[in-house]
């Protein structure tokens, strides 16, 4: 029985193999039909145009007479004075050390791009803020501080405020802009540089 199956399958197999299995088959395909595309030009009617002279047209100008004529008024002469224009006063910007906070503890001076600090109190922390432009400088002290506050007319620096907390008091400068600063420490209280 197995020869029998055997010898079946391989005549089944060498009916259908080929020389090369690797070889393109035989297989015709129907021809596609390809209709040729047509290219139909359209005659291009020219119209010659004769060049038209130009007609000359009769121009008559109307002619004017125009008579020149100044009024004389007898008038005395008329004499322009220049306006004074007042001047206003302008508070000019602090260029020279001014004293603009005389507490009881502290002694603050604006010099032209830094503040002078004069204080025996010893500084906690300092703080850059923003909107508007500030810069608050806290300093240790438990007595009270009464609030006081300053409109300052200056380039850098607009306006001192001074504040009192629980264990320390505040104070803050209002800058012209977002500034640079730098705090030295000096013998008679502290130097914050503005640039």
């Given at each position: 029985m197995k020869k029998i199956v055997?010898?079946?399958?391989?005549?089944?197999?060498?009916?259908?193999?080929?020389?090369?299995?690797?070889?393109?088959?035989?297989?015709?395909?129907?021809?596609?039909?390809?209709?040729?595309?047509?290219?139909?030009?359209?005659?291009?009617?020219?119209?010659?145009?004769?060049?038209?002279?130009?007609?000359?047209?009769?121009?008559?100008i109307p002619k004017v007479e125009i008579k020149k004529t100044i009024p004389v008024v007898a008038t005395k002469p008329i004499v322009i004075k220049p306006k004074k224009v007042k001047k206003r006063k302008v508070r000019k910007p602090v260029s020279k050390s001014k004293l603009i906070y005389n507490g009881k503890f502290t002694k603050i001076r604006l010099i032209s791009n830094s503040i002078k600090i004069v204080t025996k109190d010893t500084m906690l922390q300092h703080i850059k803020l923003k909107h508007p432009n500030r810069l608050a400088v806290d300093f240790e002290r438990f007595d009270v501080v009464s609030p006081f506050f300053k409109k300052i007319y200056s380039k850098k620096v607009k306006g001192l405020k001074v504040g009192h907390h629980d264990y320390f008091y505040r104070t803050t400068f209002t800058l012209a802009k977002n500034y640079r600063y730098k705090i030295i420490k000096k013998p008679y209280g502290y130097l914050i540089n503005i640039y």
């Open positions: 055997l010898i079946t399958l391989f005549f089944l197999i060498s009916l259908s193999a080929r020389e090369n299995p690797f070889s393109p088959q035989n297989i015709v395909e129907k021809p596609k039909l390809v209709l040729p595309k047509l290219i139909v030009k359209k005659p291009i009617e020219v119209k010659i145009i004769e060049k038209a002279e130009p007609k000359k047209l009769p121009m008559k």
